[in-house]
């Protein structure tokens, strides 16, 4: 099998399916490099940004990966791989680092400003693979993190430079080629290493050594092109495969031998790898060039299918361009098969598609089949369903994107594009990527700019992932316009979804009056059991009104009556666990602790099913606020901890809703009273390190003692020192009594990021004051400079 470029992700697990932080495992042994692994590691030592170069196939993203795993000592803040190459336009990029880093998207800043915040204090390094094709963004990217990120390092796989001050480069040569001996490990080492896997008994000999040099030096030590050439031995002795080889070359060249330059070298291989496959391999491998990142049988056998290519053929042609090489097969932790191309053999199968005048008519299969999972997931979203096809969606996340890029910019209908994206909507929040979602009906609606009902909706649900990054403001006039072209058409449902929305932004500004208005027009225009989602979430947010509101034992109705809704479908967790967290909060107010634990443990396990972090910062919140109003201020400190640490990783605690925080202040004024602030800090830090699935373990059982954190993962006190540079700007500028809308105006940067500062600056260091910054800034200025 062919190891290539290619790599990493969290439920822990993110939507690709590795744990975050979690390198790939090679699958075939690792032949010579000694001279480039220590190459790079010296470098790495010497400078923050290196980057690797060489054409494709020459094993680039092999020598990365083997250097970085046993450098994992000098980065204590984790070794992160982040995969480039599917990635389908650069404002994507900064959310694809979020990701591998297994930061959930879920603040309304520009998502680089939270990275290069998130990474400003932290010790790490990044992987960035494959960047050719995203050369300009890495650049910038790179450039902004070494500036303003000091302990972050960056190791680059690129066919080119970035050209970026203080980048170092590594150009990465083929495997030498030379008569080795037994122990050799170099091109020839490699071929007996993979001949053997082809041929089981091949041994490098006397009387196959010639042959085996000649074949190497003629693919100029290119591992890829001997690997692939390799694979023919299955069906043409050493021999013949020499001389046929060498036959194309001389044709190629002229019979100059040195005629064809090195670059071109795998090129040819891979065409001569073409040729040898029958008619229908080759036309399979052409459409399978469409998919971006892996794919599934079903998925192949659905787009691929077709003219010359029988449907009920599709699977033995791929087991012959797995047999070939050309095809890898993945296997997943779920035990599911997928499979995928390596880039250079997908770019020459995609320039061949293109040549048949087939591309078209394949990737429009393509965007049709992942429209059908998209809408099939939103219609079952509240049913048995959803966690199955929530899991199986989220490997097709490269594939969705392909399939948006392409209806967005060559769709003739810009309704449909709209509605592609209002019916992913479900996954974007279910996934908790609330940003890339706005992203892509942002891209849509400006496709889009007449009143149509499908715009009406795009900006209502726009909107609300707008929400729930914190950006209240900024939703209200996308939904202003969705409720404008409601009323000129005249549609209930779309009167609906602007009103529900209008509902939430005016609660979370704690804006009551508007609340009130809006709830009556929900009332209006609500018919149950249309669309159950919305029902759903409609409930979560009319039971928090009346949480917030001081009718708690209304909203503990609201949700009962739901749940009892859900009752027909008992394995949903997504809208059951929003409201058993609701629910958890009215039983709160209620000061019905005991059945608040209990809702907020069911909801947290819930949330943990599906990977939703912020979900689970929620359920962490309500149960430290119950565990301090009980008296056990150990277990509220740490578990406060916990969610400060999710909430830094998420963006904006408890999504910016002034609404929330009375109860986590008043939690936190206990907890100090209680413990008072030295053992609080200690059971806060205690929480926030450790890990996230043994803060869950604990927090489900109700245990009182914090998780256990290694010795060597200690880490310091929360204080000012623990906040990064512009943070610590922002808490001198408290200190000073400024507001936040003068901290924005002194610092030059929005009210809202301002707000998200201040609110970081809390959750991270577990007060719940703006005095009490003012009071650690003063105790951190007495230390530096003591009278």
């Given amino acids: 099998m062919l190891t290539g470029e290619a790599g990493g992700v969290e439920m822990t697990f993110s939507v690709h399916g590795r744990r975050v932080g979690e390198l790939p495992a090679e699958v075939t042994g690792f032949v010579g490099r000694r001279a480039e692994l220590a190459s790079v590691e010296r470098l790495l030592t010497q400078a923050r940004l290196v980057t690797l170069t060489g054409p494709g196939g020459v094993g680039k993203t092999r020598i990365a990966l083997r250097t970085v795993a046993g450098m994992r000592e000098r980065y204590p803040d984790g070794v992160y791989l982040v995969e480039l190459s599917a990635l389908p336009e650069p404002e994507l990029l900064p959310r694809a680092v979020c990701a591998s880093l297994g930061i959930v998207d879920q603040t309304a800043r520009p998502p680089l400003d939270f990275l290069t915040e998130y990474l400003a204090d932290r010790t790490a390094l990044l992987v960035l693979d494959t960047c050719e094709h995203l050369v300009d963004a890495c650049a910038m990217l790179a450039d902004l993190l070494l500036r303003d990120a000091p302990g972050i390092g960056i190791l680059a796989t690129s066919r080119q430079p970035l050209d970026v001050p203080g980048e170092h480069t590594l150009v990465i040569p083929p495997l030498p080629v030379q008569d080795e001996g037994p122990d050799g490990v170099g091109a020839v080492a490699l071929f007996a290493q993979r001949a053997a896997a082809v041929l089981p008994g091949f041994t490098l000999s006397d009387a196959n050594r010639a042959d085996v040099l000649a074949l190497c030096r003629r693919l100029d030590g290119i591992p890829l092109a001997i690997e692939l050439a390799t694979v023919r031995l299955r069906a043409i002795p050493l021999d013949q495969l020499v001389a046929r080889l060498e036959d194309r070359f001389r044709l190629l060249t002229g019979g100059r031998r040195t005629a064809l330059p090195r670059h071109q070298t795998l090129r040819t291989t891979i065409g001569w790898s073409h040729e040898l496959c029958t008619a229908e391999e080759r036309l399979l491998w052409a459409r399978l060039s469409v998919f971006a990142g892996s794919f599934d049988l079903t998925a192949v056998e659905r787009i691929c299918a077709g003219g010359e290519l029988g449907g009920g053929t599709v699977l033995e042609h791929l087991i012959g361009l797995v047999d070939k090489s050309v095809v890898l097969r993945v296997d997943t932790d779920d ?61 097709e996340l490269e594939n969705l994107r392909a399939a948006l890029r392409f209806m967005i910019e060559t769709s003739g209908d810009s309704d449909q594009a709209l509605s592609f994206c209002t019916d992913l909507w479900v996954f974007w929040i279910c996934s908790g990527m609330h940003a890339e979602g706005r992203h892509w009906i942002d891209l849509a609606l400006a496709e889009q700019p007449e009143p149509t009902a499908a715009r009406s909706l795009a900006l209502s649900l726009g909107a609300e992932l707008s929400l729930f990054v914190g950006d209240h403001d900024g939703a209200l006039p996308g939904l202003q316009e969705a409720l404008a072209i409601a009323e000129r058409l005249d549609d209930d449902r779309l009167r609906l979804h602007a009103h529900h929305f209008l509902t939430l932004a005016a609660g979370w500004r704690g804006d009551y009056e508007q609340v009130e208005v809006h709830t009556q027009k929900v009332f209006e225009y609500v018919r149950p059991g249309e669309d159950p989602v919305s029902d759903g979430l409609m409930m979560a947010h009319w039971a928090l009104k009346y949480v917030t509101t001081g009718r708690a034992d209304k909203g503990v109705e609201v949700c009962d009556a739901y749940l009892a809704v859900l009752a027909a479908a008992p394995e949903e967790c997504w809208l059951r666990g929003f409201l058993l967290l609701v629910k958890a909060q009215a039983r709160f107010a209620l000061g019905q602790y005991r059945e608040a634990s209990l809702s907020a443990r069911q909801s947290l396990r819930l949330r943990t099913e599906l990977g939703d972090r912020t979900g689970q910062a929620y359920a962490l919140e309500v149960l430290a606020w119950v565990a301090a109003a009980e008296g056990r201020h150990r277990r509220a400190a740490w578990l406060l901890g916990a969610a400060a640490a999710l909430w830094e990783r998420s963006g904006l605690p408890l999504s910016g809703a002034v609404e929330l925080h009375g109860p986590h202040d008043t939690a936190v004024r206990q907890i100090i009273a209680a413990l008072g602030e030295r053992v609080r800090e200690e059971c806060h830090r205690q929480g926030a390190a450790g890990e996230l699935d043994q803060v869950v373990a604990l927090a489900w059982s109700d245990a009182d003692s914090p998780p256990a954190v290694p010795q060597g993962e200690q880490r310091p006190v929360p204080g000012p020192d623990a906040l990064t540079r512009r943070e610590r700007e922002v808490a001198a500028l408290v200190a000073e009594g400024l507001s936040n809308r003068q901290v924005a105006e002194r610092l030059v940067i929005s009210k809202r990021t301002a707000d998200a500062h201040v609110e970081h600056i809390l959750a991270k260091l577990g007060f719940s004051s703006r005095t009490e910054i003012a009071a650690a800034v003063a105790r951190s200025r007495t230390v530096e400079d003591p009278v």
């Fill in 335 to 395: 035990a599911r098969t997928r499979y995928r191309l390596l880039d250079t053999i997908r770019e020459y199968g995609g320039e061949w598609l293109e040549q048949s005048g087939g591309g078209p008519e394949v990737r429009q299969r393509h965007l049709d089949h992942y429209r059908v999972l998209a809408a099939e997931f939103r219609a079952r979203f509240a049913t048995d369903a959803q966690l199955p096809l929530f899991r199986a969606l989220c490997p």
